[in-house]
T-cell receptor, first 111, second 114 residues
Framework: LAKTTQPISMDSYEGQEVNITCSHN???????ITWYQQFPSQGPRFIIQ???TKVTNEVASLFIPADRKSSTLSLPRVSLSDTAVYYC????????????FGQGTILTVHP | NAGVTQTPKFQVLKTGQSMTLQCAQD?????MSWYRQDPGMGLRLIHY???????DQGEVPNGYNVSRSTTEDFPLRLLSAAPSQTSVYFC?????????????FGDGTRLSIL
């Protein structure tokens, strides 16, 4: 299984860009990288997913280098409402049926 | 469109009692799963189903049973509740078992076992 490692917590201020990096050194060829966001008392919510290079949607960007051993979630101009836990997952054939969300990164956005 | 609906939202049980956590989705998704989340931790997969009539165990299946008689419903049964099963339980679904699709989560059931 591809284990992921991400910072336990990060602090930022409103209007700044936030980059959260996730390491997944033993990612397999058919694995995808997926990021979820979770607010207190709610279920996780899908943010973005990618396989390689760069993916962008209306919420975030995901940067994946050529070796795919890490990925970076980029949140442009964060606001207080972006305070949440962010989970990086590696999903694919090797994790099938055994998918586990790690501890995630607690992002706190300050005024 | 309700998405993934979990009931009840809160439940308190005594040790040894049994109960069923309900999960329903109205998106015609094939794949459904159950996770538990303990304080300060991420989610761990309990059981999953790739379609009606098909279920399999995840990482932490002991003490839980599931069935999938319809596409829409995926109930989770606690056979004999134990304090170690105190947790928040999340149900999720996605279109198929393919990994290039997002999972949609319910808002959870908060379960306390006394």
């Amino acid at each position: 299984l591809a284990k992921t490692t991400q910072p336990i917590s990060m602090d930022s201020y409103e209007g700044q860009e936030v980059n959260i990096t996730c390491s997944h050194n033993n990612i397999a060829t058919n694995d995808y990288i997926t990021w979820y966001q979770q607010f207190p008392s709610q279920g996780p919510r899908f943010i973005i997913q990618g396989y390689k290079t760069k993916v962008t949607n209306e919420v975030a960007s995901l940067f994946i280098p050529a070796d795919r051993k890490s990925s970076t979630l980029s949140l442009p101009r964060v606001s207080l409402s972006d305070t949440a836990v962010y989970y990086c997952l590696v999903e694919g054939g090797t994790s099938y049926g055994k998918l586990t969300f790690g501890q995630g990164t607690i992002l706190t956005v300050h005024p | 469109n309700a998405g993934v609906t979990q009931t009840p939202k809160f439940q308190v049980l005594k040790t040894g009692q049994s109960m069923t956590l309900q999960c329903a989705q109205d998106m015609n998704h094939e794949y459904m799963s159950w996770y538990r989340q303990d304080p300060g931790m991420g989610l761990r997969l309990i059981h999953y189903s790739v379609g009606a009539g098909i279920t399999d165990q995840g990482e932490v299946p002991n003490g839980y049973n599931v069935s999938r008689s319809t596409t829409e419903d995926f109930p989770l049964r606690l056979l004999s509740a134990a304090p170690s099963q105190t947790s928040v339980y999340f149900c999720a679904s996605r279109v198929t078992q393919g990994f290039n699709q997002p999972q949609h989560f319910g808002d959870g059931t908060r379960l306390s076992i006394l």
